[in-house]
């Protein structure tokens, strides 16, 4: 079974951490938070990542997901990955997360393909404008095609 490792500024992988529980309750131990806290060095931050990395030994694999492409907490997750045992995404948001949760089961490489799938399909439109700002058609108009699918 595959672990995920979430490295994200503070509070965000804790939070996430904990949103994700409220899902999956018992996958309390499958998912480790570190939160990069402002002025800290990225070598202590790196030596407390490594740390929570080896919480996850045994493991099958391990997903880590980071917060930003080229902050500190990608930046320190990407010194951990070995492109084997681990594996690194960045842009974390639940969807992905729950994912990633859902397919730890399944080996490494397909558990983090569904994580990516997960994090980009949770991320659509809902309302582009408010209903007293959109247009009104008028009722015989031929050019109805807003069917829903």
Not at 93 to 106: D, K, Q
Not at 116 to 140: E, H, W, Y
């Amino acid at each position: 079974m595959n672990a995920v490792l979430l490295i994200a500024h503070a509070p965000l992988a804790h939070a996430l951490r904990q949103a994700a529980l409220h899902v999956f309750p018992d996958a309390a131990s499958d998912i480790v938070a570190l939160d990069v806290h402002p002025n800290v060095p990225p070598e202590e931050t790196l030596a407390t990542a490594q740390a929570a990395l080896g919480q996850l030994a045994g493991r099958d694999g391990v997903l880590l997901l980071a917060d930003v492409f080229g902050a500190t907490p990608c930046n320190v997750a990407a010194r951990l990955v070995d492109g084997e045992r681990t594996r690194l995404l960045a842009g974390v948001n639940l969807p992905m997360l729950l994912r990633a949760v859902t397919y730890r089961h399944e080996p490494l490489e397909a558990t983090t393909q569904r994580a990516l799938a997960g994090g980009t399909q949770g991320i659509m439109p809902v309302a582009v404008t408010a209903p007293q700002n959109q247009a009104r058609r008028a009722p015989n108009d031929q050019e109805r095609h807003d069917h829903q699918q």
